[in-house]
């Protein structure tokens, strides 16, 4: 008697297949929430360092030894040792408190002279829009780090001034974005049924119109923040910023050029934890942007 071989029949073929593809879409949504999981918990460890660094380590980072110079990773220094035999993990905790501080400082200085610029640009006459999207343009002008280096040396070198120097960098890109909400804002049809309905020009601009011009500053100063960090380590490295020994993530870079041949970890950690806080920051700023769209994250 000829067996039947068991053939699956065309339902049951095409389970599999109807099973696989949440699957992947499942894994596709996990790895966004895995990315931002990670960014938020690296940020968070980043602030932990910056403002209690001494939880995390119990070295301090300017002690030296020279006896300890140059040590590779171990169970004694994580990281290693500098060329000072000072721990260059402690360095990089500590050096999280100036490089996001900083960051931090120089994107305020953005929002706070760029959005109301902003705002006037887009509410007044289109001869002060004109005057400030040509004062943007001048600004705009110069690459970022150009002109923050022009601000820095009339300013001198320091943390407070690369700190303006950066900010006033960042004021064009906050201004137009807001000038372009507030445009955007003012011609809606909710503000012109409040203007029918008798509503005042200052309750207009206080209950409608600024609440939803500010909804997309965070969004933007949220990824700013990891580029100013990357800006300032920059012009630290250039060594227009905080001076040695501070154990800054930029001066950290600069110091460890000389020893790059024979010791590659006083230099990769810190550029380590700049790549990824600038990273943290774009992914959690990209969140942000996907709620702020009304996109799922």
Not at 41 to 66: E, I, K, N, S, W
Not at 282 to 292: A, P, S
Request: charged residues 15%.
């Amino acid at each position: 008697m000829t067996e039947t071989l068991p053939f699956p029949d065309s339902s049951s073929a095409g389970a599999p297949g109807r099973l696989a593809r949440p699957r992947l879409a499942g894994a596709a949504l996990r790895l966004p929430r895995a990315a931002t999981i990670a960014a938020a918990g690296f940020v968070a460890a980043l602030a932990v360092a910056a403002f209690f660094p001494q939880l995390l380590t119990r070295y301090d980072p300017l002690a030296g030894d020279v006896l300890a110079s140059l040590k590779p990773p171990s169970a004694t220094h994580p990281f290693g040792t500098d060329r000072l035999g000072r721990d260059v993990l402690a360095r990089v905790l500590y050096g999280a408190r100036y490089s996001l501080l900083i960051g931090l400082a120089s994107a305020a200085i953005s929002v706070v002279f760029g959005v109301p610029l902003g705002l006037l640009a887009g509410l007044r006459s289109r001869l002060l829009d004109e005057a400030i999207c040509r004062l943007f343009d001048v600004i705009s002008s110069f690459p970022g780090v150009l002109l923050a280096m022009l601000v820095v040396t009339f300013l001198g070198a320091g943390m407070e001034n690369i700190a303006v120097a950066v900010g006033i960098a960042g004021v064009p890109k906050f201004g137009r974005i807001v000038r372009a909400q507030t445009q955007l804002v003012r011609d809606a049809d909710y503000v012109t049924h409040a203007s029918i309905y008798g509503r005042g020009r200052i309750d207009i601009f206080v209950r409608h119109l600024l609440p939803n011009v500010l909804t997309a500053v965070p969004v933007v100063a949220t990824v700013y923040v990891g580029t100013t960090i990357l800006a300032v380590s920059g012009l630290s490295f250039l060594g227009l910023g905080p001076q040695p020994p501070t154990p800054e993530w930029g001066v950290m870079l600069a110091e460890s050029r000389d020893v790059l041949r024979v010791a590659w970890w006083p230099g990769v950690f810190p550029g380590a934890a700049i790549t990824l806080t600038v990273i943290s920051f774009t992914v959690l700023g990209n969140v942000l942007q996907r709620r702020f769209e009304g996109r799922a994250s």
